[in-house]
């Protein structure tokens, strides 16, 4: 019985380690499955990297072309406001100067009529 045992033994050990030799080759396939579903996630990972580095580069170049118009655009509003402000003191200028105008006439037309009352009154007495 002892040669039974021995060899029903080795019939074990002879079919665990052909199971061992399965599973080890199952687990290696699974793990050659899994890198390279690990391989493709990255490559796609790249691609849209890449794809969105480009998208960046494209709004970089349009950022600086917008950035340069608004720092044109904003000369010009200087320019402009300089200009309104130069304008507005001259109608400042040239309102005093109407006033003083006015003022002149008024005066000029007070004294028309004082001298009008004085050619009637020098008429009356002719």
């Known amino acids: 019985m002892s040669t039974v045992l021995i060899v029903v033994i ?3 050990v002879l079919v665990l380690a052909v199971a061992a030799v ?9 793990r050659r499955l899994e890198r ?6 990255a490559e796609s990972h ?4 890449e794809t969105r580095a480009a998208k960046a580069s494209a709004h970089s ?3 600086r ?3 340069a118009r608004a720092e044109k655009a904003a000369e010009e509003a ?7 402000e130069a304008e507005k003191m001259r109608a400042d ?9 006015s003022e002149r006439v008024e005066r000029e037309r007070e004294q028309a009529r004082a001298h009008g009352q004085k050619a009637d009154e020098i008429e009356e007495r002719l």
Request: hydrophobic content about 45%; overall charge negative.
């Open 22 to 30: 399965a599973i080890g080759r199952r687990a290696a396939a699974h």
């Open 61 to 63: 170049e349009e950022e």
């Open 10 to 12: 080795v019939l074990v």
């Open 78 to 84: 200087e320019r402009l406001a300089r200009l309104a």
């Open 65 to 67: 072309e917008k950035r």
């Open 36 to 41: 390279q579903r690990l391989a493709e996630r």
């Open 93 to 101: 200028q040239l309102a005093a100067e109407s006033d003083d105008v």
């Open 46 to 49: 790249r691609d849209e990297a």
